[in-house]
């Protein structure tokens, strides 16, 4: 059937072209589609929607807001709702973990919090070349593209996309190690002619490369190398952040703390625009106006984000409660990855799914279980993986019924 969608809009859609069905209403870990179909949510809007749609405990606060007269656009202008959410934070989240970093607004997505990001440690050390990962995803923007790692992705900006290098990401050379020797031998050849980068930025688990989790060893090596060479480490915890490893910030387990830290998706709790750039005190060089927009601190996503902390990360009940949905999303997983030759488990926490050696198969399956009535995503540069990201607040019951149904989607795919 022709409609609006397919004569209007442009062809650069993507996900609509795997769900073709017009999504209505949705709550918790459910969309509701036009037709009256119903359909579980193992996507959870590429990972803004942690704790679930509609959230009733986001949502009434939320319509109290709305309904009180209180600002809701104000560009970085000075409201109740912004100093709320800022004194949450600082309490729930940086004083906890011992960070002291200062908190920026770059925009209201992910990619505008890395441009902040690249742009920082550029003004910072006056350097401009920046080193990323192989299969790194960073945003669609052309500094966030340039420091991607997907060829098909960086076609579509027109330009040579500059001053930045890919190297290979933990386990690239499947299994080996990728050690920091060659880089560090690099780093030291003063006379080489190789450019000192400003940063490194780096996803702890690449969320849309194919979810590749690096092992939190091999993370900690690479902030030493940046602290040995005076070379800023940018996290990029726009996907894995917020809750969705197990652990507020992704890198909590690994024992450093990144200069600069991005985060975006699930930060406004609500799926509702927000970005955050952090970094330390001593980093904070810009000039007023050096990097403004319109949308940035929207006060009813200041609202939602410090609901959000305030019920899910005030004590450890919640992070107790993502746990053990991790255990039984991997247990599920291996009972995937078994059901065929050469597959296995890939990723972290609740960022995690199967990577299957045909490269048809992860699509098939997404495909047979959307017509079961589940929605999955596919990663990694060839869609190999099957990729699960539920929603945090996610319940035993609906995950157990997800993974039911792609375990019988696989056997349907390839049996
Ligand atoms: N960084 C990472 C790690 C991401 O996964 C994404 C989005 N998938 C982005 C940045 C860009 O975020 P946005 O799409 O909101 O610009």
Redesign the pocket.
């Known amino acids: 059937m022709t409609d609006i969608f397919e004569t209007l809009e442009s062809e650069v859609r993507g996900y609509c072209r795997s769900w073709p069905a017009v999504f209505e209403r949705s709550q918790g870990s459910t969309m509701y589609a036009e037709d009256g179909k119903e359909y579980l949510d193992f996507f959870s809007g ?1 990972g803004a929607l942690n704790y679930g749609h509609n959230n009733p405990l986001l949502l009434e606060p939320l319509l109290d807001y709305l309904r009180s007269g209180a600002v809701v656009h104000s560009l970085d202008m000075k409201t109740p709702a912004k100093r709320r959410f800022l004194e949450t934070f600082q309490e729930v989240i940086l004083k906890p973990r011992g960070m002291d970093h200062k908190v920026m607004f770059p925009g209201p ?3 505008n919090s ?1 441009e902040a990001a690249l742009k920082l440690a550029r003004k910072v050390t006056g350097r401009q070349h920046i080193l990323s990962f192989t299969n790194a ?4 923007t052309l500094g ?1 593209l340039s420091v991607t790692g997907n060829s098909m992705k960086r076609k579509g900006a027109g330009i040579p996309l500059t001053n930045s290098s890919k190297i290979p990401y933990d386990d690239y050379f499947d299994g080996e190690t990728a050690d920091f020797l060659w880089l560090e031998r690099v780093l030291e050849d003063s006379g080489s002619g190789v450019d000192k980068p400003a940063a490194v930025i780096v ?1 702890t688990v690449q ?2 490369g194919g979810l590749n989790a690096a092992r939190l060893t091999w993370l900690k090596g690479l902030s030493d190398l940046c602290k040995k060479h005076d070379i800023l480490l940018i996290v ?1 915890d ?2 894995a952040g917020c809750g969705r490893t197990g652990t507020f910030f992704s890198f909590e387990d690994a024992g450093f703390t990144p200069d600069i830290i ?1 985060l ?2 699930s930060i406004s709790g609500f799926g509702l625009p927000m970005a955050l750039t952090l970094f330390r005190p001593e980093l904070d060089v810009w000039e007023p106006g050096e990097h403004n927009g319109t949308f940035r601190g929207h006060n009813p996503a200041f609202v939602t984000g410090t609901a959000a902390l305030n019920t899910y990360w005030r004590d450890d009940a919640f992070q107790q409660q993502v746990a053990a949905r991790i255990a039984q999303l991997h247990d599920g997983l291996e009972r995937l990855a078994a059901t065929v030759e050469g597959a296995s488990v890939r990723g972290r926490g609740l960022l995690a799914g199967v990577f299957f050696p045909d490269t048809e198969t992860a699509g098939k399956i997404a495909a047979a279980a959307y017509e079961q009535g589940l929605l999955v995503e596919t990663s990694g540069p060839e869609s190999e993986v099957v990729k699960l990201m539920p929603a945090l607040t996610i319940t035993a019951e609906e995950l157990e019924r997800g993974l039911g149904i792609l375990i019988e989607a696989a056997s349907t795919v390839t049996g």
């Open positions: 590429a997505t992910g990619t890395v995803f960073h945003g669609m966030s996803e969320g849309e990029d726009v996907q991005c975006s998706k």
